[in-house]
T-cell receptor, first 113, second 117 residues
Framework: AQSVTQLGSHVSVSEGALVLLRCNYS??????LFWYVQYPNQGLQLLLK??????LVKGINGFEAEFKKSETSFHLTKPSAHMSDAAEYFC???????????FGAGTRLFVKA | DAGVIQSPRHEVTEMGQEVTLRCKPI?????LFWYRQTMMRGLELLIY????????DSGMPEDRFSAKMPNASFSTLKIQPSEPRDSAVYFC???????????????FGEGSRLTVL
């Protein structure tokens, strides 16, 4: 069975600082991994995804994530935080070929001026 | 292009009343998902459909919940009778890629916020 663990329900950074949001997953088959962002009163939007191939994937708004199979991790980073990055971020896993996507509990990112 | 469209955006009802939430997926998308989001439980997958057929409804909390997809462009989630613990944001999402090439990428609607008094 798939599962996703996001470390830290809240992360606070200063504007311009590095953003690091942690995600570990469990999957019985090679996973497809995703990060989604949710702004207040909106649905989730895809930031980036890993399916196969290059383990470092780049997404929108300057975010990137690296798939590390040995660590079963898919951490999300951004070199320099912007105020507009304040939102909730969800890591998700899908075992592909099927249809279930399981989400982590979410990490709320606060960006201080 | 229109995204996933959900209605109503907000619903306030009294305990015991029937609630129907509606979803129109993106045209051409073959899979449709209903999720529920609460502070306590996060995002829970309730049910998903492929080509209008329910594939897995193991996430539906109890018999008070039912979902249908009568055609490729419309789905409903019904709660009858509703209870205060059903208060949540209900999201519909659709997925463009069928079968074994399905990577699970989801396109979400803006959600229906349900409050049961």
């Amino acid at each position: 069975a798939q599962s996703v663990t996001q470390l830290g329900s809240h992360v606070s950074v200063s504007e311009g600082a590095l953003v690091l949001l942690r995600c570990n997953y469990s999957s019985s088959v090679p996973p497809y991994l995703f990060w989604y962002v949710q702004y207040p009163n909106q649905g989730l939007q895809l930031l980036l995804k890993y399916t196969t191939g290059a383990t470092l994937v780049k997404g929108i708004n300057g975010f990137e994530a690296e798939f590390k199979k040995s660590e079963t991790s898919f951490h999300l980073t951004k070199p320099s935080a912007h105020m507009s990055d304040a939102a909730e971020y969800f890591c998700a896993v899908s075992e592909g070929g099927g249809f279930k996507t399981i989400f982590g509990a979410g990490t709320r990112l606060f960006v201080k001026a | 292009d229109a995204g996933v469209i959900q209605s109503p955006r907000h619903e306030v009802t009294e305990m015991g009343q029937e609630v129907t939430l509606r979803c129109k997926p993106i045209s051409g998308h073959n899979s449709l998902f209903w999720y529920r989001q609460t502070m306590m439980r996060g995002l829970e997958l309730l049910i998903y459909f492929n080509n209008n057929v329910p594939i897995d409804d193991s996430g539906m909390p109890e018999d008070r919940f039912s979902a249908k997809m009568p055609n490729a462009s419309f789905s409903t989630l019904k709660i009858q009778p509703s209870e205060p613990r059903d208060s949540a944001v209900y999201f519909c999402a659709s997925n463009p890629t069928p079968g074994l090439r399905n990577t699970g990428e989801l396109f979400f609607g803006e959600g229906s916020r349900l409050t049961v008094l």
